[in-house]
C-alpha cells in the first residue's frame, strides 16, 4: 500500500520559513518524480515545484527563490523548504509521486 504522509505545517509570520517533510512508503522513491502542490481555499490545486530522480528541480514562478525541494532517497523522503513566506503562500500543501499518488495535506499558514 502506498502512503505519503506530509507534515511540519502550522502557522507562521510573514517573512518566517517553514520545512514540510512528505514520508513514503509502499513505493520504489527513487524511481518517482516527486511534486508539490497547495491549494489555497477557493483556489484550484496548483502546481508548486518538483524534483527529479537525479534531483533536478523546477519551480513555480510565484514561489522560485524563496522555496527549495529536496529528497532523500535513503528515508524516502521529500522536503519543502519555504523561505520569505508571504500571507498569499496560505495553503493546504501536497506532496505526490509522479501526480499519481497523493498525500493527504498539511496546512501552511501565514498570518502576522
Known amino acids: 500500500q502506498v502512503q505519503l504522509v506530509e507534515s511540519g505545517g502550522g502557522l507562521v509570520q510573514p517573512g518566517g520559513s517553514l520545512r514540510l517533510s512528505c514520508a513514503t512508503s509502499g513505493l520504489d522513491f527513487g524511481n518517482y518524480v516527486m511534486m508539490w502542490y497547495r491549494q489555497a481555499p477557493g483556489n484550484r490545486r496548483e502546481w508548486v515545484g518538483q524534483?527529479?530522480?537525479?534531483?533536478?528541480?523546477n519551480y513555480a514562478a510565484s514561489v522560485k527563490g524563496r522555496f527549495t525541494i529536496s529528497r532523500d532517497n535513503a528515508k524516502n523522503t521529500v522536503y519543502l523548504q519555504m523561505d520569505s513566506l508571504k500571507p498569499e503562500d496560505t495553503a493546504v500543501y501536497f506532496c505526490?509521486?509522479?501526480?499519481?499518488?497523493w498525500g493527504q495535506g498539511t496546512q501552511v499558514t501565514v498570518s502576522s
Open positions: 524534483i527529479t530522480t537525479i534531483g533536478n528541480t
Open positions: 505526490s509521486a509522479n501526480a499519481r499518488y
